[in-house]
């Protein structure tokens, strides 16, 4: 090996150091470069090798050491503690069922639950590449009431730059949830990656998850060592507009509202789709389910819905929200529903028939004694499971907190008040600001324009406190209005078997304790069959006949708001509108 020439000039002040330059192993062969400094070289008698001593140059933590035969370069290492905490999810209840739940325990007994790969932000300063990766398994470490902890040691040499983004893969053959990755020992402190997301088995889908530090930048001021795999991510979650979704899927494309109705089972469910080029919005997630076959413009109808990982209900939500869940564990469980759950036509007889599924219960069959658990796992808002007194076991609805407290709470004014602001629908309620009220439909088709509803009726029911004038000039008259919006509707819904609709308007008057009392309903029909428009204003009444007829009209009152809240507040205002942003986001982002 040819030794390194030293240069020493006339002048004993100064003496010349060699540098070594950084190099990558593979990639050609180190060299010096020559720096004068103003110091003397020193040479040691006892051991044969120059030691060049530098002044003014910092070089991090690597010293250059030249020998009579070798040259070697030492870099400082971190030592850094991976931490991974995972979610227990109501999943894990049904785990021990799965076939492949042995496989994972191995592998967790073998220290291989997960596989991480640190990514520097940086790239190699000499290469201009990004950094190879430092990958370690992460074995199970501890289990709590909540979450399962998983840890990992690095050690991560000096320049291997800030630490941008974390690779996981999950070695289970089960999904898993991240919430948080904690990176700690760096002198500088702790770098924590809050995940927050669903992780698929690498039997799924072959592809790393990434999580990226919580340090936002704007697309031009990535880091270069980022650049690719966040290119890499965007892409993934847009997709390519191809084949169908799967669940664990976290793909935000486009696609037109075309599967509303349902031509395979019935033509007359047939309906048009909604969006396309010349009225684009509204939109939805593409699910790439194949095309109805009665209807090549629609979608097949499923049960199955495709929602991105990161934004379907939780498995708690799921399981509670599902009908085709609770239909099938009624069915099985409770025989004496099975006869209303399959007639449609068959109602409860008797309220007292709806109270006792909260209070006396029913008897569970004792050869469903094992599913009593399950229940209590999927279900646990719905029903409830308890020892009887001959040692069997009987079935409970949990009861409403409201119901606990007023049995008849749902037949009061004040909570049918109470609802149209802190119920299912606070978004309909208006302001009354103009008397008397009048219809802007046709009065043609629909009728005459003005409303039942007087000031003579309102006065009786304010009881001559405040004339509706003022009460409308201080802003103390408010109305639910569902009557020009359902009345064209009326004739068709009642042409159904068993079904009827109104056209309805109901009246609330702000009391000065800031609650709100029902004054007035209005239910009116259009004309039909040759007869004219018919109305009736219900007021609360507490005569044997009239306390029904005002119940029922709060009912129905009650049931036009709700069915406006599921298709205008929930579907149209919601989904239709706020989910073209929440797809554009994620394809931005």
């Given at each position: 090996?040819?030794?390194?020439?030293?240069?020493?000039?006339?002048?004993?002040?100064?003496?010349?150091?060699?540098?070594?330059?950084?190099?990558?192993?593979?990639?050609?062969?180190?060299?010096?470069?020559?720096?004068?400094?103003?110091?003397?070289?020193?040479?040691?008698?006892?051991?044969?090798?120059?030691?060049?001593?530098?002044?003014?140059?910092?070089?991090?933590?690597?010293?250059?050491?030249?020998?009579?035969?070798?040259?070697?370069?030492e870099k400082s290492t971190v030592k850094v503690k991976a931490i991974v905490k995972v979610k227990i999810t109501v999943a894990d209840f049904f785990s021990s069922l799965r076939l492949d739940r042995g496989i994972d325990d191995i592998t967790d007994l073998l220290g291989k639950s997960l596989l991480l790969e640190l990514v520097s932000s940086e790239l190699d300063p000499v290469t201009g590449v990004e950094k190879e990766t430092l990958k370690a398994y992460a074995h199970k470490a501890g289990q709590g009431e909540e979450s399962v902890k998983y840890e990992t040691k690095f050690e991560v040499p000096g320049d291997f730059g800030e630490i941008g983004a974390v690779l996981v893969e999950n070695e289970h053959h089960k999904e898993m949830f991240l919430e948080t990755i904690l990176l700690d020992g760096f002198p500088e402190g702790p770098v924590?990656?809050?995940?927050?997301?669903?992780?698929?088995?690498?039997?799924?889908?072959?592809t790393n998850r990434v999580f990226f530090s919580n340090k936002c930048y704007l697309p031009r001021e990535t880091p270069s060592g980022l650049?690719?795999?966040?290119?890499?991510?965007?892409?993934n979650m847009r997709g390519n507009g191809e084949g169908e979704r799967k669940s664990f899927e976290r793909i935000y494309d486009y696609d037109?509202?075309?599967?509303?109705?349902?031509?395979?089972?019935?033509?007359?469910?047939?309906?048009?789709?909604?969006?396309?080029?010349?009225?684009?919005?509204?939109?939805?997630?593409?699910?790439g389910r194949p095309h109805s076959e009665a209807d090549p413009l629609s979608e097949k109808r499923s049960r199955r819905f495709y929602v991105p990982r990161d934004e379907c209900f939780s498995e708690v939500k799921q399981l509670t929200f599902s009908t085709k869940t609770l239909h099938s564990v009624l069915l099985i469980l409770l025989p004496s529903l099975g006869k209303i759950i399959k007639e449609k036509?068959?109602?409860?007889?008797?309220?007292?028939?709806?109270?006792?599924?909260?209070?006396?219960?029913?008897?569970?069959?004792?050869?469903?004694?094992?599913?009593?658990?399950?229940?209590?796992?999927?279900?646990?808002?719905?029903?409830?499971?308890?020892?009887?007194?001959?040692?069997?076991?009987?079935?409970?609805?949990?009861?409403?907190?409201?119901?606990?407290?007023?049995?008849?709470?749902?037949?009061?004014?004040?909570?049918?008040?109470?609802?149209?602001?802190?119920?299912?629908?606070?978004?309909?309620?208006?302001?009354?600001?103009?008397?008397?009220?009048?219809?802007?439909?046709?009065?043609?088709?629909?009728?005459?324009?003005?409303?039942?509803?007087?000031?003579?009726?309102?006065?009786r029911e304010i009881g001559g406190i405040i004339s509706v004038e003022k009460a409308i000039e201080e802003k103390k008259l408010f109305m639910l209005d569902y009557h020009d919006l359902l009345l064209p509707y009326v004739n068709k819904v009642r042409k159904l078997k068993g079904k009827t609709l109104y056209g309805s308007r109901t009246l609330f008057f702000l009391n000065p304790e800031g609650t709100l009392?029902?004054?007035?309903?209005?239910?009116?029909?259009?004309?039909?069959?040759?007869?004219?428009?018919?109305?009736?204003?219900?007021?609360?009444?507490w005569h044997s006949t009239s306390v029904w007829l005002w119940r029922i009209a709060k009912a129905h009152a009650l049931a036009h708001d709700s069915g406006y809240h599921q298709l205008v507040s929930h579907w149209l205002r919601t989904h239709c509108v706020t989910e073209p942003y929440v797809i554009a986001t994620n394809r931005t982002t």
């Open positions: 090996m040819i030794k390194p020439q030293v240069y020493q000039s006339q002048n004993t002040n100064q003496t010349l150091l060699f540098l070594q330059r950084p190099s990558v192993p593979g990639i050609g062969t180190s060299a010096s470069l020559p720096l004068w400094l103003g110091k003397k070289v020193r040479r040691h008698k006892k051991v044969n090798h120059l030691v060049l001593v530098s002044r003014n140059v910092q070089t991090s933590s690597t010293c250059a050491t030249l020998t009579g035969t070798d040259k070697t370069t924590r990656f809050d995940c927050a997301s669903w992780v698929h088995s690498k039997f799924d889908n072959p650049r690719r795999l966040r290119a890499e991510e965007l892409s037109i509202y075309n599967d509303i109705g349902d031509p395979d089972k019935s033509l007359d469910l047939q309906r048009p789709p909604l969006g396309g080029k010349e009225q684009p919005y509204p939109r939805r997630c593409r699910t036509d068959l109602a409860f007889s008797y309220f007292h028939d709806i109270d006792s599924l909260f209070s006396t219960g029913l008897d569970l069959p004792t050869e469903h004694e094992t599913e009593k658990g399950f229940l209590g796992k999927i279900m646990p808002r719905l029903v409830k499971s308890i020892s009887g007194d001959r040692g069997g076991h009987v079935l409970r609805f949990e009861t409403p907190e409201t119901m606990s407290r007023d049995r008849f709470f749902w037949f009061r004014d004040e909570e049918f008040a109470r609802q149209t602001v802190a119920g299912l629908n606070p978004c309909s309620i208006r302001l009354v600001t103009e008397w008397p009220l009048k219809s802007k439909l046709d009065p043609e088709i629909y009728g005459p324009a003005e409303s039942a509803i007087t000031s003579e009726i309102i006065d009392r029902p004054l007035a309903i209005e239910l009116t029909r259009p004309p039909t069959n040759g007869k004219g428009q018919w109305k009736q204003v219900f007021t609360p009444s």
